[in-house]
């Protein structure tokens, strides 16, 4: 019997994308996540929203005497054909203040129990574990990827160059980028000259 990994959902969606994020300067300060980059993930990872996944059961209760908004719901997300997985939603939020009402409240509300509930699978765990409070980490994924930027551009060599390329991929940097693409557009004009 083969062992399940446990964790391959959860590794799969916990590496957040920095350009989807923003600092919020409020309650000590915080990273928040793009909603829309969410439902995009969850998407990619499930299928489009109704047919892989979704939120159902939404029920919000008001409590007048502090203006507080309840929210619960289900969210839902299938793995497989045949099964279908359920994850509680719970959030609050006030929706008047001072004679004021937020007449967003319910779009709030619902945006962060689905925040809630999907990091509970694991979406965008680096967030919530506080490595985007560690500027390195952050930095870090802000690089550029120069593995698969130079094993693409290597896909036009003949196969003993794409070897020679590939071998010295841990050797590519920032400093050395720009000529090691060059030197594979040399290698690619130097085949078509040929022929």
């Known amino acids: 019997m083969a062992k399940q990994d446990n964790m391959e959902l959860w590794n799969s969606v916990e590496v957040t994308d920095p350009k989807y994020t923003k600092k919020v300067n409020q309650r000590g300060g915080f990273t928040a996540i793009g909603a829309q980059y969410q439902l995009m993930r969850a998407t990619e990872t499930f299928g489009p929203m109704g047919l892989g996944w979704g939120v159902e059961d939404e029920n919000?209760?008001?409590?007048e005497d502090v203006g507080l908004a309840v929210y619960t719901a289900n969210l839902?997300?299938?793995e497989d054909k045949d099964a279908k997985?359920?994850?509680p939603l719970?959030?609050?939020i006030k929706y008047h203040s001072n004679g004021r009402v937020d007449d967003d409240f319910f779009k709030k509300v619902a945006t962060d129990a689905l925040t809630k509930g999907l990091s509970k699978l694991g979406f965008n765990a680096d967030v919530f574990m506080g490595k985007f409070d560690d500027n390195k980490y952050v930095n870090k994924l802000k690089e550029p990827d120069y593995k698969t930027i130079v094993t693409k551009a290597s896909e036009g060599l003949n196969d003993e160059d794409k070897k020679s390329v590939l071998s010295n991929l841990d050797k590519v940097n920032s400093l050395n980028l720009?000529?090691?693409?060059?030197r594979i557009d040399d290698m690619i004009a130097s085949y078509e000259k040929k022929s």
């Open 178 to 182: 720009k000529a090691v693409l060059k």
């Open 90 to 92: 719970h959030s609050a």
């Open 60 to 63: 919000i209760e008001r409590w």
């Open 85 to 87: 997985y359920t994850i």
């Open 76 to 78: 839902w997300y299938k």
